[in-house]
C-alpha cells in the first residue's frame, strides 16, 4: 500500500476530490492511503502562525521554517519502524521545482511513502530544502497553492498501481505510456453524429472488423510530440 502525507493549511480542499471515483475505491481497496495533516498543528503560538515577512523585503509572505520541519520530524518518527527511506520521498510543491511527468509517476509508483508538502504564500523559507528530496512542479504557471498540484501527484502516481484500475491494459495504450507519444483518436456510438446540418462519422476502418488494419491505423494515428511541437 503506498501511503500519502499531505501537510497543507487547508486540509478540507481535499474532501471533494478524494472521496470520489478511482481515488476512493483504492482507498477503500486498501491500495493506497491518504493522511491529510494540518500544518498549523505544529505552530507554538495561539494564532497559530505558519507564515512571516521574507528577510531583504518583497511582496508577500513566506511560510515559516519552523512548523514545516517539526511536521517532517513527527511525521518520520510516527513512520520510522516501517518507513524505508529508499521507498520513501518528501516533495515540496513548488513552482520553480523539476517538472512532473509521467515517468516520474511511474517511478512513485513504486514508492511505499511520499510527503507532499504544499506551498502557499509568496513561498517557502528555502532552508526547507536541506529536508526535502524533490522539489516538484506541474508546469510553467502559478498556482495559489500546491493543493492542486499534491492532487495530481496522487491522482497521477495511484492509478499506475496495480488493481487501481480495473483494466490495466488502458494504462498500456494511453497518452505518454510511452514516453513523448500521444493516445490514437477513438469514437463510440452513434456512427453518425449530426450537427449543425453535418455529419460527423466514425472512420471506416474501425468499423470494417479487419483487426490487422485498424492495429495500423491505431498506430499511424498516434502522435508524437517531437512531430507535433513548434519551436
Known sequence: MLNYNIITIFPKIFDSYFNESIIKRAQNDKLIKINIHNLRDWTSNKHHTVDDTPYGGGAGMLMKIEPLYKSLQDLQNKNSKSENKEKSKIVLLSAKGKTWNQKMAKEYSKLDNVTLICGRYEGVDERILNFVDEE????????????????????????????????????????????????????????????????????????????????????????????????
Not at 165 to 176: A, G, M, V
Not at 182 to 189: D, I, M, V
Not at 196 to 215: A, Q, T
Open 136 to 231: 516538484i512542479s506541474i508546469g510553467d504557471f502559478i498556482l495559489t497553492g500546491g493543493e492542486i498540484a499534491a492532487m495530481t501527484i496522487v491522482d497521477s502516481v495511484s492509478r499506475l498501481i496495480p488493481d487501481v484500475l480495473k483494466n490495466q491494459e488502458s494504462i498500456i495504450s494511453e497518452s505518454h505510456s510511452i514516453p513523448g507519444e500521444l493516445e490514437y483518436p477513438q469514437y463510440t456510438k452513434p456512427e453518425i453524429f449530426k450537427a449543425d446540418g453535418k455529419e460527423y462519422k466514425v472512420p471506416e476502418i474501425l468499423l470494417s472488423g479487419n483487426h490487422k488494419k485498424i492495429k495500423e491505423w491505431k498506430k499511424e494515428n498516434s502522435k508524437s510530440l517531437s512531430r507535433t511541437t513548434t519551436h
